[in-house]
Structure formats: structure tokens, C-alpha cells
Nanobody, 126 residues
């Protein structure tokens, strides 16, 4: 059984930092793109930061560029999201996601990710 467990969310003030972690069990992430998505109330789920397994290339949404950084550690079967200078508009439930084996390039389409975590709430107060 594949499980993705996120941690690191919480309530912070604008300008603070958080580091989200996602540990995957039951599935080796080698060869699979991974990433972070978020969904705010009343909005669609959107990609925040994605990372390839082939060359380590990353995608970061324009709204988070220069503030967020996605990384992965295949040895720990994990993906991380370092979030700096948080803003109230970053408030959302953050989900980690993994593509199926062999799909090493990231995709901006949510339905191309096979496994999802349960989500972790990030709330940024002004």
C-alpha cells in the first residue's frame, strides 16, 4: 500500500518560513516526478513546485518564485518544500504528489499524478 505522509504545515505570520516534508512508503520514488500542489478555499488545486527525477529540473509557480524551493531525496523517498517569506495568499492545503514509475518528468496536470498525500494546512496571518 502506497502512503504519502506530509508534515510541517501550521499557522504562521506573514514573512515567516515553513518547511514541508513528504515521506513516501510502499513505492520507490526513483524514476518518478514529484511535487507540491495546493488548494485554497473556493479555488482549484494548483501546482506550486514540481521536480523531475531525470535531471532534477524544477518548476515553481510564478507566485512563489524566489520564495519557495522544492527538493527531493531519493534515498529517503522524500520530497520537500522550503517556503520563505510567506504571504497570506499562500494560505491553503498543501498536497504532495508522485507520478507513476517511469514518468520522470513533471507535469502540470493533476490527473497525471498517481499518488497523493492527505494534505497539510498552511495558514499565514497578516
Amino acid at each position: 500500500q502506497v502512503q504519502l505522509v506530509e508534515s510541517g504545515g501550521g499557522l504562521v505570520q506573514a514573512g515567516d518560513s515553513l518547511r514541508l516534508s513528504c515521506v513516501v512508503s510502499g513505492f520507490s520514488v526513483d524514476g518518478s516526478a514529484m511535487g507540491w500542489w495546493r488548494q485554497a478555499p473556493g479555488k482549484e488545486r494548483e501546482p506550486v513546485a514540481l521536480i523531475s527525477s531525470i535531471d532534477g529540473s524544477t518548476y515553481h509557480a510564478d507566485s512563489v518564485k524566489g520564495r519557495f524551493s522544492c527538493s527531493r531525496d531519493n534515498a529517503k523517498n522524500s520530497v520537500y518544500l522550503q517556503m520563505n517569506n510567506l504571504r497570506p495568499e499562500d494560505t491553503a492545503v498543501y498536497y504532495c504528489a508522485v507520478r507513476a514509475k517511469g514518468y520522470g518528468y513533471y507535469s502540470g496536470f493533476a490527473d497525471e499524478y498517481r499518488y497523493w498525500g492527505q494534505g497539510t494546512q498552511v495558514t499565514v496571518s497578516s
